[in-house]
Every structure is written in C-alpha cells, then in structure tokens.
C-alpha cells in the first residue's frame, strides 16, 4: 500500500473507531434509562390487566372508524383544551398510582366509559413516563371493562407521527 494510501486508511480506521466508542458510550446510558423507562411500564402493564395500543395502530383504528372511546387523562385547561388525539373525551387522573378509586370519581368513570364493558377504550395522556393514563386503563380494568387499552407514547408520540389533532373551541 502506498504511504499515501496508508495515512488515509489510518485516518479512516480512527475515525470510524473514534465515534464507535462515542457511540457505545452514549448508546450504553441512554439504553439504562430506556431499559428502565420500558420496565417500569411492563409492570405498570401487567398490574394494571390492560392491553397496548401502539401511536401507528391507535391511528390506524381512527382511520377505520373503529367503535370505540379515547380517553385524554391530562389536565383539561392545560392540555386537553389546546390539543388532544382526534375524538378524544376527557377525564383527568392523577400522576401516582392511585390505590383508591373516591365514589364521585368511580360514579364519573363509570358514566364515562358507559354500560357495555366490552367496548374498545384507548386511554392515554403525555408520554411514556406520564402515569394518568395508567390510572385510568387500570380502573376501567378493575371496574370490568374488558377491552381496555392504554397508548404510552400519549399526545407526545401522537405530534411527533404529525397526526391530525383537535383544539376545544
């Protein structure tokens, strides 16, 4: 190889291996916290007995005129009111996981969702680290709904696919 040849085959080598060792070094902390972001939700998941709607199929369902109940659980004044998945109601529920379900909260759930505990019923809020949709999946679950579904990515994942959203007038 001429020397030429050799320089800019060296210089190739350590620049490749240069941002491979950047790479596995950024790759190697963000996939901490995404194994731990992805945990945390499976187990959310499984106490809570609900199923998973993925942002693409949540959209996907819309477009085929699926019969069924989208739930916002963010904030009415600071969120649902400015921006909210096409067709969505919505019912706020609290950050923590909640423990206890309150009678008038129970009653406005129960109404809510309605009589047919086998309706589709998607909930969602921000995104995946934001718990008010787990909240609500997981009563409309132990309230004995059937066909419960909780979209994680929320109306973070919803903008960043550039679906269509609605405003409160």
């Not at 030429?4 to 190739?12: A, E, P, Q, R, V």
């Not at 996907?60 to 009111?81: C, H, R």
């Amino acid at each position: 190889m001429k020397k030429k040849g050799l320089w800019t085959f060296l210089i190739c080598v350590i620049f490749v291996l240069g941002f491979t060792g950047i790479s596995y070094a950024a790759w190697g902390t963000k996939e901490l916290d995404t194994e731990k972001a992805a945990v945390t939700f499976a187990r959310e998941a499984e106490r809570g007995g609900y199923k998973v709607v993925t942002t693409e199929e949540l959209k996907g369902w819309i477009d085929q005129k699926k019969n069924m109940l989208i739930v916002d659980t963010m904030p009415y004044e600071a969120s649902f009111k400015k921006q909210h998945i096409p067709g969505a109601v919505n019912m706020e529920f609290p950050i923590p996981e909640m423990t206890k379900l309150d009678d008038k909260t129970k009653i406005a759930l129960e109404k809510l969702l309605g009589p047919d505990n086998g309706r589709l019923i998607v909930f969602y809020c921000g995104f995946v680290k934001c718990t008010r949709s787990h909240n609500g999946a997981m009563w409309a679950v132990r309230l004995g709904y059937k066909n419960v579904y909780r979209h994680p990515g929320g109306i973070k994942a919803w903008n960043e696919a550039e679906y269509p959203v609605e405003k409160v007038q």
